[in-house]
C-alpha cells in the first residue's frame, strides 16, 4: 500500500511540475522547399497545425516539443499542385490526416543554438531526424498586460521525401528527393 501512495505521489508531482506552452498560431509557420526540374525552387507550407512544450526545467534543458500538422492544409500558391500533393501517391492526406513530429533529445551546442532529435511520422511512417535549432528566450512577454513567458524557435533540417513515401515513382529530375524543412514559431508559457 505505501508502495502505490509512494507511486501516487510522485505522479501528482510529476505532473504538476511540468510546464507546458503552447503554440502561437498567429506567430509561427511550417514550410518545406524542394528543388523542381534541377533549375529552381518550389515552396509550400502547412496552413493547419498545433504544438506544444513540456518542460519541468525553466532553462527547458529537458524539453519535449510536439508538433501535429493537417497534411490536407498544405499549400504551394497553386491549387492544381496542392491537390496533387494531398493525393494518394504524395502525402494521401484522407488516409494519413496528420503529421507528426515529437523530439527526443535536445543539446545545447553553443549561445542559443541547438540540436533536436526527434520522430518525424509522414504517411505513417516514423524516422528520427535532427534539426537545428535556434531558442530566443524565454523572455517576458514586451506587452505589460501579458504576463507569460514567450520563447521564439527556428529549427531547420533536410529530410528525404522518398524515406516517406512521397511521390512514389516520381522521378528526382521532376521533383528533388531532398527537402529543406524551416519551422518557425512562438510558444507562451501556460
Do not use: C
Not at 21 to 37: L, N, P, R
Not at 51 to 68: Q, R
Not at 98 to 123: C, D, P, R
Request: aromatic share 8%; glycine share 8%.
Amino acid at each position: 500500500m505505501k508502495k502505490v501512495a509512494l507511486l501516487f505521489s510522485f505522479l501528482i508531482v510529476s505532473l504538476v511540475s511540468n510546464a507546458q506552452w503552447a503554440i502561437d498560431k498567429g506567430h509561427s509557420k511550417f514550410t518545406f522547399i524542394a528543388e523542381h526540374h534541377g533549375i529552381s525552387e518550389v515552396d509550400g507550407y502547412f496552413k493547419k497545425f498545433d504544438g506544444k512544450i513540456t518542460a519541468s526545467k525553466d532553462d527547458l534543458s529537458d524539453a519535449v516539443f510536439e508538433i501535429t500538422i493537417e497534411s490536407a492544409s498544405i499549400n504551394t500558391d497553386l491549387e492544381m499542385r496542392d491537390n496533387h500533393l494531398k493525393g494518394e501517391d504524395m502525402f494521401a492526406a484522407e488516409q494519413f490526416p496528420t503529421i507528426t513530429f515529437k523530439s527526443t533529445a535536445l543539446k545545447k551546442v553553443e549561445g542559443n543554438k541547438y540540436k533536436m532529435t526527434g520522430n518525424l511520422t509522414i504517411k505513417g511512417v516514423t524516422k528520427s531526424i535532427t534539426l537545428d535549432v535556434t531558442m530566443n528566450g524565454p523572455a517576458a512577454h514586451p506587452n505589460p498586460n501579458n504576463k507569460k513567458l514567450q520563447l521564439g524557435i527556428k529549427a531547420t533540417t533536410t529530410i528525404k521525401r522518398s524515406d516517406f513515401g512521397i511521390g512514389g515513382k516520381l522521378a528526382t529530375v521532376m521533383v528533388g528527393d531532398e527537402i529543406m524543412i524551416r519551422a518557425t514559431g512562438e510558444f507562451q508559457k501556460n
